[in-house]
């Protein structure tokens, strides 16, 4: 069945064939950012299970990570911690090389971000193959982060991201599910 927040999610969140490239099914959430009940609802359910959790930091994964993230760390009281493109931060950074569909890319956070044992909350917008997410996860237990959870709006659960995190020990979260890429 079908929960009424899915299906609000299913409404507000546009969906853009061959974008960027053709074959991919861009899951566009400006749509869904644009809409001010749906936002809402969208981070309340995201937080619900964190209320009480004592997360110290939320992690947001460049660019729409970041959005979501801010939100979410304001109703949990919580600080916000990005992690973005190499080259982008200006203080000392930790960098991580993470996979792409077609081939590497690197990713970096501050050093002085989390502190040895801060309970953080991974966020993006979507999970995919989680390569993305696997590299944040990299670079936030390098820096001695307990990672709760790792909660994304979207799963494409056929590209398999969640079974890598989970792998590592990550829980993760998310509020829907989109077939195919
Ligand atoms: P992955 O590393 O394969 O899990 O890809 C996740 C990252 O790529 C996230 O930051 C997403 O925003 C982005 N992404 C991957 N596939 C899509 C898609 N179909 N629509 C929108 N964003 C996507």
Redesign the pocket.
């Known amino acids: 069945m079908t929960s009424s927040l899915e299906n609000t999610l299913l409404d507000a969140i546009r969906n853009?064939p061959d974008?960027p490239k053709p074959g991919?099914?861009?899951?566009?959430?400006t749509t869904l950012l644009g809409n001010a009940a749906a936002f809402r609802q969208t981070i309340d359910e995201l937080v619900r299970p964190y209320a009480t959790s004592g997360v110290a930091k939320i992690a947001g994964?460049?660019?729409?990570?970041f959005i979501l993230g801010g939100a979410i760390a304001h109703q949990l009281s919580a600080g916000f911690v990005p992690i973005r493109k190499k080259g982008k931060l200006p203080h000392e950074t930790v960098r991580v090389a993470?996979?792409?569909?077609y081939g590497l890319d690197e990713m970096e956070m501050h050093k002085d971000a989390v502190e040895q044992g801060d309970k953080v909350l991974l966020v993006?917008?979507?999970?995919?193959?989680?390569?993305?997410?696997?590299?944040a996860v990299k670079l936030l237990r390098q820096m001695g982060a307990d990672i709760v959870a790792a909660c994304?709006v979207?799963d494409?659960p056929e590209?398999g991201?969640r079974e890598?995190l989970e792998a590592l020990g990550v829980p993760v979260r998310t509020l829907v599910a989109?077939q195919g890429?």
């Open positions: 853009i974008y991919i099914m861009f899951r566009d959430i994964i460049e660019a729409r990570g993470y996979s792409l569909e993006d917008d979507l999970i995919a193959t989680g390569g993305t997410a696997e590299g994304f979207i494409l590209l991201g890598k989109f890429h």
